[in-house]
């Protein structure tokens, strides 16, 4: 039969089949080979039905990897990111945009505290570097927490259908608030227990858990983060995967150009044409520094 993990706890896996969980475990030859992770998809052998204890014997290759949490086959992140307080900071949204786009990972952008933002003197310039991220094409939904509307939290509901997500965002930003208003009210009850769940170690790294949810919602929470260090990224995945530079990426004079300190730059041009965002470019060259450096300390 074929299922998913679902969860991990030191060797056992926890596969779900048809809305029953099953305790797995791999057999040897297999855990030399590739060890489980979750949102694996695997085949098992039933070994007792009536406790329902399963034999892994297959691991099915992996379409993506995340590390931080480590799970596999994820479809899309949803990057929970506040609007107001704390005021919009582009820099860690876009290096997790990055990030996603180097393991071909598509980023789901929630940005929430609308309502605050609209009482405050940053609105206007707030919502015009919200505009660019729309502008290419990712997936946006901006909502208020404290009364969601009823058409994004069906907007991210026909997102989140027959996928794998994972949810995260920086403390602060309302990544709670969202997981518990995005469903049905008639879901709610689910969406509560399994809230419950996921902050039951509010600031601490908890093993990732998938929950399944109605319409074949399959979702990993993660902690909240004040951070992000871009340590599995090199300045080459920047330059060939970041979808602001997708189409000037060729247009440059030299084939490695790194779109900083070059002659003839393509992406530059564009800067200066205001076809890419400035405080989009700006953040490029911050997240060139840091890999830099990274490499100069390790």
């Given amino acids: 039969m074929n299922g998913i993990i679902i969860r991990i706890d030191s060797s056992t896996s926890y596969v779900l089949h048809d809305e029953v969980v099953y305790t797995a475990h791999a057999k040897g030859n297999l855990k030399r080979e590739a060890k489980p992770c979750v949102g694996d998809f ?37 990057i929970v990111t506040a609007l107001f307080e704390p005021l919009f900071a582009s820099y860690i949204l876009n290096k997790y945009i990055a990030m996603l786009e180097t393991k071909h990972i598509e980023p789901i952008l929630v940005f929430t505290k609308m309502d605050l933002l609209v009482q405050s003197n940053k609105y206007l310039e707030v919502i ?18 404290s009364m969601p509307e009823q058409s994004s ?20 930003a309302g990544k709670s608030s969202t997981l518990n208003n995005f469903l049905a009210h008639e879901e709610q009850i689910k969406t509560q227990e399994i809230s419950k769940n996921l902050n039951r170690g509010k600031h601490t790294t908890t093993a990732v858990e998938l929950y399944k949810l109605p ?4 979702i990993a929470d ?4 004040s951070s992000f260090e871009l340590q599995d990224i090199e300045v080459e995945d920047l330059l ?18 790194q779109h900083n300190n070059e002659t003839k730059c393509a992406i530059k041009e564009a800067v200066l044409s205001k076809m890419i965002p400035q405080f989009v470019y700006e953040d490029y060259l911050k997240m060139i520094e840091e890999i830099k450096s990274r490499k100069v300390k390790y």
């Fill in 42 to 78: 695997v085949f098992f052998e039933v070994i007792d039905q009536a406790n329902k204890i399963v034999n892994i014997v297959k691991i099915n290759d992996r379409k993506t990897e995340l590390y931080r949490p480590k799970i596999v086959n994820v479809d899309q992140v949803v």
């Fill in 128 to 145: 015009e570097k919200i505009k660019s991220y729309q502008s290419q094409n990712y997936k946006v939904i901006i909502m208020n927490n």
């Fill in 153 to 172: 939290l069906d907007e991210l509901k026909n997102i989140l259908e027959n996928k794998i997500s994972v949810f995260t965002g920086q403390t602060g």
């Fill in 215 to 218: 319409e074949n919602i399959l």
């Fill in 222 to 225: 993660t902690p909240g983060f």
């Fill in 240 to 257: 060939f995967n970041f979808k602001f530079f997708e189409k000037y990426r060729n247009q440059c004079k030299f084939a490695n150009c």
